[in-house]
């Protein structure tokens, strides 16, 4: 596919790969709903960079894989450079470097962007010269 000789990250469950891509669907409407949220935050002059997520895809292992994992389905995203945590899901915050800061100030923003209904967290990801690149989101609701 498009993405074809790409550095990636592969990424199933704890007890292996699945045959049905449903297993997925919280993961891919977090992503999409961490996407709605930080594109309002770039619509907004509050900094000079892009605040971007990887959406990650499900794929499916082929024949050559091995016979373990022929016809399971993983997610797939591209690799994130320089991996750092910024904030978790439990209250932890690196304040030590300025894009954290920023991400604290994105969880803060996201929660009064949906009305007090939903708070972006555990933002992890990579730092590049346009901007930020996040993986594996979440979304805390009621």
């Not at 292996?16 to 949220?37: K, T, W």
């Not at 894009?99 to 992890?124: E, I, P, T």
Request: net charge negative; charged share 20%; glycine share 8%.
């Amino acid at each position: 596919g498009a993405r074809a000789g790409e550095a990636c990250v592969c990424k199933w469950f704890k007890t292996g790969g699945v045959m049905e891509s449903h297993f997925y669907d919280s993961d891919l409407a977090a992503s999409q709903e961490a996407i709605r949220l930080i594109t309002k935050w770039n619509e907004k002059p509050l900094i000079d960079r892009m605040v971007k997520v990887n959406l990650p895809e499900v794929w499916t292992f082929q024949q050559d894989a091995g016979q373990e994992w022929k016809g399971k389905k993983v997610l797939q995203e591209p690799f994130i450079q320089n991996y750092q945590k910024f904030n978790s899901n439990t209250g932890w915050a690196d304040d030590s470097i300025p894009w954290a800061r920023v991400m604290q100030a994105l969880s803060h923003f996201s929660y009064h962007a949906s009305n007090g209904k939903a708070l972006l967290c555990d933002l992890q990801g990579g730092v590049y010269n346009d901007g930020v690149v996040l993986t594996d989101p979440v979304v805390m609701s009621n």
